[in-house]
Structures are given as C-alpha cells and as structure tokens.
C-alpha cells in the first residue's frame, strides 16, 4: 500500500491546513496538549461550550462528521479524506471527544435504521455539536454478557413502556438523547427477544446518577428506567431484531474506540526525552531505550492495522471484527506506559497536582483512567474471543444457554 498524498488528496490536506490554520482555537492548543486522557481540562475555561463552539464552527464550514451523507449533516467525504482531517486535526480533537459516542455510534446506528424524517431531524444537530447522544447497553447484573441485559420494554397501544436500568453511561449526565436496548421478549433465546429504541434523555422517569470514579471525575453513570414511555417510531430495527442492530453500534465502537485510542507512547517518547534521572537523561539507559522501542513498535503496528479498516471503508464495506484488535491491544498498552513513567518519576509519581507533578500528572491521569479503557467497548476477554472465533476462525465456546429460552435461564437466588 502506498502511504502518501495521491494529487486529489495533497490538494484535500492542503484545504484542511489552511482551514484550520486560520479558524483553530490556539488559545486552548497548550491546554489540550497537557490535558491527561480522559480528562480535557482547560483552566478557567468552560469546556462544554468551547466543545460545542469548535464543532459547530466546523458543522458550519463543512467540516463536521466528514463522511456522512451532506443531507445528514456531513461533507459525503471518501474514508481517506476523513483520516486525513483527523490526522491534521491534531490536538484540537480532544474537543470533540463529547461527541465520540454520538458520532462514531449512535449517528450510524440512526443512519442504518431510523426512518428518513427522524435521521433529518436528528443527524444535523448531533453533527453540529448541537445535541449529545449516549449509548445505554450495559447492565448491573449483564457483566460482559450484552445480551443477558434485563432492561424491559413491553408494548401499550403505539408506545413501550421501559423499566431497567443500565449502568457505565458514559456522559448520560449530559446527554440530549441516547440509543437504548430493551428486551421485549423473554420467552426466546437471549439474543433474540431484544429491540432497540433512540428516546430524549430528559423524559419523565429517567433517573441518572453520576459514578464517582478513582480519578475523581464522574464521566461514568448509572440510570434508572421507571415506566419510560418511548413512542414505536423511535424503535430501530424490527421488533425482536435488537441484537441485529447492537452489532452495528458495536462495530463502529470498536472502529471509533480502537482507531483513534491513544496509547501515551508521543507522550512517554518526549518524557523520556526531558527526563534526567540520577544516572543522566532517561533516553540514554539501554533499559529505557528496550522500552521504548518495544512500544514504538506496537504503536506502528497499531496505527497500519488502522489502516486495514481503512482500506475496507474505502470500498465500501461495514467495519468488521477485526477492528477490535486496535482496542485489545491499545488499551493494555496504555497502562503499561502510564505505569512506566511514574516507575521513571519515582517518589514524585505520587503526585498527582498538575502545578507539583513531572509532565503535568498526566501520567498519573493515565494510568487512573487506563483500566476503564480495557472494559469499556468490549472486555479485553471478549475481544479476544471475537478475534479468535471470527476472525482466526478458531472453535467458538462452549455456550450452555445459546438455545434456552431467557426466562429460563438459572440466576443466582432464582
């Protein structure tokens, strides 16, 4: 494959630069570059609003969600074109990070199965940075299990009435709408009583209750289901076809999530780089320098497996399983560097107040927020089950439950 511009796509990159060049907030680059992962802080600085300002700037210019469809609020841009904005980007893409699950997920998810006049109505705005979109799959009792979810939706003339709750909702504290999964038939086989449904985050008797998380923040969030009325038009996909629908939301997760996770490695590079230690600059130690190369090469390898989806893209086809191997392998990576780094900052990797500690604590931010990156999308058991089975080809497990129907399914206490 040949990496570089062909004439259209230099001309494309050229376009991008001198947009950004004269429209990019500079005012916020040095506070996006210390930012640790997870976390865009910006002192003094509402973040909300300059996220919302950025992408309506962008929505504006043509620039938002490049490859969607022009109707629907993009730029009807080839794949290509995409990375190369996001490569140019650079830096000032943490302000859309609000808007990754609405973007990446929830956006093509409505693309492929809501109807005409809901994706005019909705995909513009979601696009502009307007409205932000959660996704609402998981569940207290589910674990890694998707569809053990026991979120119920049970149907009452031309709406359905919604009792459950899901928990590890990222940004559902702020978000305008989200993508739900119900089941609405508990007589069938687990993955095929299940229906997916878009509602308004803010209607009646819809609880959310922010997690406190180790690192201090509340990114994360549980919420609460408690006879929820959802209109039958806000349902995606066939009645009982849920299961359907989630593998694509889950299978541009894991293009969205794993293309684009960082792994720290720019950041350990230049650390390291600056770092002097009591036997003289970090680079300099053969054992450091083993390190580096080790993760330099993961994250080259990472980066041209990108490139696979790609290319896949390009031709016109749906993100496959195999885009779970950027995840799987960025996630650990991550922590392990985060790791690293407070081991080079000894005592003073305990720090954790930005003005005291090396690099800003965002080592220290790193490595809090890492483990989450190896749950979210997909636990790095399951994906490496769907990497194994679907893209190796290897025997599937052994599933005892695969034909039972759910509501005889033995629980716990039952």
């Given amino acids: 494959m040949n990496f570089d511009d062909n004439p259209q796509e230099a001309a494309f990159r050229k376009e991008v630069r001198s947009w950004l060049d004269a429209n990019a907030p500079r005012q916020y680059e040095a506070g996006l570059k210390n930012s640790g992962f997870g976390h865009t802080a910006l002192e003094g600085v509402d973040v909300m609003k300059a996220s919302k300002d950025w992408q309506k700037k962008k929505f504006d210019a043509g620039w938002a969600c490049l490859h969607w469809p022009k109707e629907y609020g993009g730029r009807g ?21 609000l808007f990754i699950i609405g973007h990446g997920m929830c956006g093509p998810t409505m693309m492929a199965y809501a109807s005409e006049e809901h994706k005019k109505k909705y995909l513009p705005p979601l ?32 709406e359905w009435i919604v009792n459950g709750q899901k928990i590890w909702t990222s940004g559902a504290h702020y978000s305008d709408y989200g993508i739900l999964i119900t089941r609405t038939d508990p007589t069938v086989p687990k993955h095929k009583g299940l229906t997916m449904f878009f509602l308004d985050m803010k209607s009646p008797g819809i609880e959310i209750r922010p997690i406190k998380q180790v690192n201090g923040q509340s990114g994360f969030n549980e919420v609460y289901f408690t006879d929820v009325r959802i209109p039958d038009s806000q349902r995606l996909g066939k009645v009982g076809d849920g299961w359907s629908v989630s593998l694509t939301t889950l299978m541009n997760e894991r293009l969205s999530i794993g293309a ?7 950041e350990l590079l230049d650390f390291c ?21 080790t993760w330099a090469t993961r994250t080259s390898g990472l980066k041209y497996t990108a490139f696979r989806s790609i ?22 990576t991550m922590q392990e560097i985060a790791a690293f780094a407070l ?24 490595l809090l927020r890492s483990p989450a990156t190896r749950v979210e999308g997909g636990t790095d058991e399951i994906l490496r089950n769907i990497i194994a089975e679907r893209v190796l080809g290897l025997p599937a497990d052994i599933r005892v439950d695969k034909s039972v ?10």
């Fill in 343 to 366: 081991d080079l900052q000894g005592e003073a990797g305990a720090l954790l107040n930005p003005e005291q500690a090396a690099a800003n604590a965002r080592f220290q931010a790193m």
């Fill in 273 to 293: 780089c600056r770092l002097e230690t009591a036997d003289g600059p970090a680079i300099d130690n053969p054992a450091v320098r083993s390190k580096l190369a």
């Fill in 405 to 414: 129907p759910f509501n005889q399914i033995p629980t716990k206490g039952r």
């Fill in 311 to 332: 290319s896949a893209l390009s031709k016109g086809e749906t993100p496959g399983p195999e885009n779970s191997i950027g995840k799987l392998v960025a996630g650990p």
């Fill in 260 to 266: 684009g996770m960082p792994t720290g490695f720019p």
């Fill in 77 to 97: 841009a080839t794949p290509i074109e995409r990375v190369i904005w996001q490569q140019e980007e650079g830096v000032y893409a943490a302000l859309s990070s």
């Fill in 127 to 158: 696009a502009a940075g307007e409205h932000i979109w959660c996704q609402l799959f998981s569940e207290p009792a589910g674990g890694s299990d998707l569809a053990g979810l026991r979120t119920k939706a049970e149907k009452d003339g031309d």
